[in-house]
């Protein structure tokens, strides 16, 4: 993004406003050192539905290697995000 362009702005539901099906979903969606909810995943909370399937695949992502650590898995991922040039 150069200097000059806007940031992406997406609607959310602020974390201390989930409810329902959305209260559920947040311990899962939420790092575990800072207890906030990961970003990627807050963008999804206008849509909890979505924010389930996201959590599926990022665990089933997460769990399928399980010959590498965690750390190591997270890091192909950066590396793929980075060749990918995608910016979160």
């Known amino acids: 993004m ?11 539901i602020p974390e ?9 979903l947040r311990a899962p969606s939420s790092d575990p ?3 906030e909810v990961d970003h990627i995943m807050l963008v999804h909370s206008l849509h909890p539905r979505g924010l389930a399937a996201h959590l599926a695949v990022y665990q089933a992502a997460m769990a399928g ?8 898995r ?5 590396v793929v995000s ?7």
Not at 2 to 12: H, R
Not at 74 to 78: N, R, W
């Open 33 to 35: 050192e800072s207890g």
């Open 2 to 12: 150069s200097d000059d362009e806007e940031p992406a702005w997406i609607e959310t």
């Open 82 to 88: 980075r060749i990918n040039d995608c910016h979160y």
């Open 65 to 72: 290697t399980p010959g590498l650590r965690k750390v190591d």
């Open 74 to 78: 997270e890091l192909v991922a950066f």
């Open 16 to 24: 201390d406003e989930w409810t329902g099906e959305l209260a559920g």
